[in-house]
């Protein structure tokens, strides 16, 4: 199947590393222009040389999401870079443990800025090249936002809003004919994951816990896995798929968990 991805601009937020890596360089070896945005300029060049080195197009942009001002950049540099914008992939996003008793008010809001704020502000900027390709928006979520996980009050709220901002959004802009669709992951390893599963007591038992409850072959999803999804959605091929929240998570948010 061709994606249709020939010479597209695509912009992957956190596109460095863990799943926005995975979907920068699926983007690439699809023919698209993967824009790799993130905080840390050497982990962006890092990406940006592997996919260069396969024969791939990327362009890295250092930008710290949670600063507004950050997310006008990225769309000014890639409209100055490329003038086009065919894709948003908002991904990046920081599981950060403020809770409801161990939290604060501006640690609360400062956790929203951190994983909610920069899809709205991104889209936002990015919204008038969308309107002139067609182009799509393509939110990664989590399962917090059906499940709960407990003391990541920030984090549950911004992948809650998420998927109403991916309905809200596909109801908004159905004249211009964008479709926005969001991606849950629930259990990929990534620096992410292992930050988060080594900050707890015993972070071996716990993982084998945890993929021992994945009712599809009692496994992680690979950040592949999600990409591929990612990807599709992001493409016109799912050219009549639009307000969608779709789980890649081996059965692990929706299946009774006692089948095995
Ligand atoms: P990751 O391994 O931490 O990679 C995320 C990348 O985004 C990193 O390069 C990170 O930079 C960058 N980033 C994060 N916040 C940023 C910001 N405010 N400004 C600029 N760059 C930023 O994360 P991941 O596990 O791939 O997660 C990607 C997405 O999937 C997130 O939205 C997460 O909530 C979601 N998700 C993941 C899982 C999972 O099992 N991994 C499950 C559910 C949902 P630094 O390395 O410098 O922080």
């Not at 698209?32 to 996919?51: F, H, L, M, S």
């Not at 599981?95 to 929203?112: Q, T």
């Not at 990807?231 to 948010?253: A, N």
Request: proline share 3%.
């Amino acid at each position: 199947m061709d994606l249709g991805l020939k010479d597209k601009v695509f912009i992957v937020t956190g596109g460095a590393k863990g799943i926005g890596e995975a979907i920068s360089k699926l983007i690439a070896a699809e023919g698209g222009i993967a824009v790799v945005a993130g905080r840390n300029a050497a982990d962006n060049d890092k990406t940006v040389a592997e996919i260069k080195a396969t024969g791939g197009k990327a362009f890295g942009i250092a930008a710290e999401l949670g600063k507004v001002e950050d997310c006008k950049k990225v769309i000014d540099l890639v409209v100055a870079e490329y003038g086009r914008i065919d894709g948003l992939v908002n991904n990046a996003g920081v599981n950060d443990g403020v809770g409801l008793e161990n939290g604060s008010p501006e640690k609360f809001m400062a956790s929203l800025q951190k994983n909610l704020s920069h899809y709205y502000n991104l889209a936002h900027y990015a919204l008038p090249y969308l309107k002139t390709t067609k182009g799509s928006i393509l939110n990664i979520g989590s399962k917090v936002a059906e499940t709960g996980q407990g003391n990541t009050s920030g984090y549950a709220a911004s992948k809650g809003g998420i998927n109403a901002l991916t309905r809200e959004w596909a109801v908004e802009l159905l004249p211009y004919s964008i479709r926005v669709n969001t991606v849950i992951p629930a259990e990929v390893w990534t620096p992410l994951y292992a930050n988060w599963i080594n900050s707890l007591p015993d972070p071996k038992e716990k993982l084998a816990a945890i993929v021992s409850k994945i009712p599809l072959e009692k496994r992680m999803t690979t950040s592949e896995e999600i990409a591929n999804m990612t990807v599709f959605l992001l493409s016109g091929v799912s050219s009549h798929t639009t307000g969608q929240i779709i789980y890649v998570d081996g059965g692990y948010t929706h299946l009774d968990r006692s089948v095995s």
